[in-house]
């Protein structure tokens, strides 16, 4: 493929399915049928794969077709969470709901939560705060902010009493690179061996950095082989045989699903951490309708 289809392509295929017919597709979207079937043959050409059948009562769509649509519609699902998310960070001057997130939450998960949010609440505007736990600790201490941490206990930066509700569990795992000796390996790591390896390893002061170290003894951990502040970063720099990491099964599944890195089982590590909203402000029927939307997953 030459190009990646464009997600306005394959909104037309959605609504043709939909809508069992190309004019309804067009009038659903606002468009002039022409233009609707221009995208439709464009995707068909860039996909190789006959989508419609095409016929006097309408379109209906193939069995490839159908399969592609399904597909098509966790993409355009993605754009839609991708932009919502995005709007929240251009940070509106008087933001109905301000939101301050730990990193590995605010890439996996807020951006679902903020699209249901904003499809239930059309006029909510929202300031998002991308931080490690412990400056969200600090933004939450210090305004009127809901936050969201993953760590098994609070940030010592939250100084205010406040409001918590439990919205979710995560699990910590080792990825190595699949070139790494630990991918091959046939029996578990020993924790021992983690232990003295040296790890790519979060800033201090990210929840799953405080998560592990709590879980093991900062005493006990070498050198880190390399120090990053970001998710993102801990993965590419594993990928590239920097070394092993611990890091959210949140933010690898789709890393270790593609190939380009490894779980590696340990003996003996077993880390467990609730992902938490945290307020110290009142409870908004916007806060309080993500928190909910939050806790049902």
């Known amino acids: 493929m030459s190009r990646l289809p464009a997600v306005d392509d394959l909104v037309v295929l ?18 002039a049928q022409p233009n609707a079937s221009r995208a439709l043959r464009r995707l068909e050409s860039e996909l190789g794969v006959e989508l419609l059948r095409r016929g006097a009562r309408g379109s209906t769509p193939t069995a490839a077709g159908a399969l592609i649509a399904d597909w098509a519609r966790e993409v ?3 754009e839609q969470r991708l932009v919502t998310a995005a709007a929240a960070l251009r940070r509106p001057a008087r933001p109905s709901l301000a939101i301050a997130a730990s990193q590995t939450i605010a890439e996996e998960l807020l951006p679902r939560w903020l699209a249901q949010l904003r499809a239930e609440v ?114 590419v720099a594993v990928a590239a045989g920097a070394g092993p990491a611990v890091l959210s099964e949140l933010a690898v599944a789709s890393a270790v699903e593609a190939g380009w890195l490894r779980a590696v089982m340990v003996e003996g590590l077993a880390v467990e ?22 806790a049902a997953g």
């Not at 609730?274 to 939050?294: I, M």
């Open 14 to 31: 959605l609504a043709t399915v939909e809508h069992g017919s190309l004019s309804g597709a067009a009038r659903s979207l606002g468009i």
């Open 76 to 78: 355009v699902d993605a």
């Open 122 to 235: 059309p006029g909510v505007e929202v300031a998002l705060t991308v931080a490690n736990s412990t400056e969200v600790g600090r933004l939450v201490s210090g305004g009127d902010v809901l936050g969201f941490v993953e760590s098994t206990t609070l940030p010592d930066t939250l100084t205010v009493a406040c409001q918590t509700a439990h919205v979710g569990q995560d699990r910590l795992v080792v990825v190595t690179s699949p070139d790494h000796p630990w991918a091959r390996r046939t029996r578990p790591v020993s924790l021992d061996e983690l232990l003295a390896t040296p790890l790519v390893v979060r800033e201090p002061g990210s929840g799953t950095r405080v998560s592990f170290e709590q879980a093991v003894g900062a005493g006990r951990l070498a050198r880190p082989a390399v120090e990053v502040a970001s998710n993102a970063a801990v993965r």
């Open 273 to 294: 951490r609730p992902l938490r909203a945290v307020w110290a402000t009142a409870a908004s029927p916007a806060l309080t309708r993500l928190v909910q939307l939050a």
